[in-house]
């Protein structure tokens, strides 16, 4: 499409407590390659009580394209919908704070939602870690690895374009928010997940483009990395107490695992042989995960690795399922 022709497009960021971060990304939002005059950036801020709110009110008064909002209510979504709400853009791409984008990432966008006819289009997330540890690279290389992604195709390296079933952030027509509406205020995590399942319900496309790229700066912390996946966990069955719609096998797969083993391990006291199933299961689990451990260690080159990419790779899978029957817990004690 000639430069000339492109639609005017809106960046949409919720920010809270980015003090860290939101410089960089605001540096890589305004030296995107697209025209000036068909851009504007949203900064939907969640009332920061770091030095965040000082940085935007620089960069507002430096570049006039960047607009500041105030989201009283510091959640996600309702930032989403404000800034959407406010948006002038006929293109509305969402981006996260703590991440930083390639010159060319927005072009990009546009290019492919014309050209495949999508409505909505992302690209592979390029996982960083915020501080350079030994740990911090465990758990950016577990977010990275099948074993730890499940089939999360934004994360994993992929070769060409392809219809998926959602995308990290996400460049969206104006329409598909007409059309659907705007994202569940009910749902303080995963709302963008719960979106798109609804925009292809509604018949709508998705697409990941891998040469638009992003990266994302994880966390560096194997504490932080815990009580975000279980966190993560806790919302995928809460959710449901406030939406009908239907996720995917990754998000039900570890607590349904640890549920089965609690089951096996119960019935032994009745039928043993649960427990020899059980132990031949776990067994599996523990050399599945050592032999991923040891491939990233030989690739990595450092035996360090083994150690750590097995306790990454069982906090990670652990904290899921505890964070999911968290939030069985919750519903009951709700209801």
């Not at 022709?5 to 920010?15: H, K, R, W, Y």
């Not at 083993?261 to 132990?279: E, I, K, T």
Request: charged content about 25%; some cysteine.
């Amino acid at each position: 499409m000639d430069k000339k022709q492109l639609p005017f497009a809106t960046i949409v960021i919720p920010c809270r407590n980015e003090e860290k971060h939101i410089e960089k990304c605001l540096e890589a939002l305004l030296r995107q390659d697209y025209p000036r005059d068909r851009l504007e950036i949203i900064v939907v801020d969640g009332i920061s009580t770091d030095g965040t709110r000082r940085i935007l009110e620089e960069f507002s008064r430096r570049d006039p394209r960047v607009r500041i909002f105030d989201n009283e209510k510091i959640f996600t979504p309702f930032a989403l919908n404000i800034g959407i709400r406010a948006a002038a853009g006929e293109i509305i791409v969402l981006m996260g704070a703590h991440a930083d984008y390639q010159s060319d990432f927005l072009s990009k966008c546009v290019h492919y939602l014309f050209e495949y006819g999508a409505d909505n289009v992302g690209g592979r997330m390029v996982t960083l870690p915020r501080d350079n540890t030994l740990v911090g690279k465990a758990i950016v290389l577990a977010l990275s690895h099948p074993f730890g992604a499940g089939n999360a195709e934004f994360r994993l390296v992929q070769k060409e374009p392809k219809w998926v079933d959602t995308v990290f952030g996400g460049c969206y027509r104006r329409e598909v928010f007409d059309k659907i509406g705007f994202f569940n205020e009910k749902l303080t995590r995963g709302q963008d997940i719960e979106f798109n399942v609804r925009l292809k319900k509604a018949g709508g496309k998705i697409l990941l483009a891998p040469d638009i790229v992003c990266s994302y700066y994880a966390r560096s912390s194997m504490k932080d990395f815990f009580m975000h996946d279980f966190r993560g966990g806790s919302w995928v069955f809460y959710s449901r107490k406030f939406t009908n719609e239907s996720l995917r096998l990754r998000h039900y797969l570890p607590a349904a695992s640890f549920l089965a083993g609690v089951c096996l391990l119960a019935a032994g006291f009745y039928w043993p042989v649960s427990w020899m199933v059980l132990a031949v299961l776990a067994g599996f689990y523990i050399l599945l995960s050592l032999f991923f451990s040891v491939k990233i260690a030989i690739k990595e080159r450092d035996l360090r690795y083994v150690f750590l990419m097995l306790v990454t790779f069982g906090s990670r899978h652990a904290a899921y399922a505890l964070g999911s029957l968290n939030g069985i817990v919750k519903i009951i004690l709700k209801k």
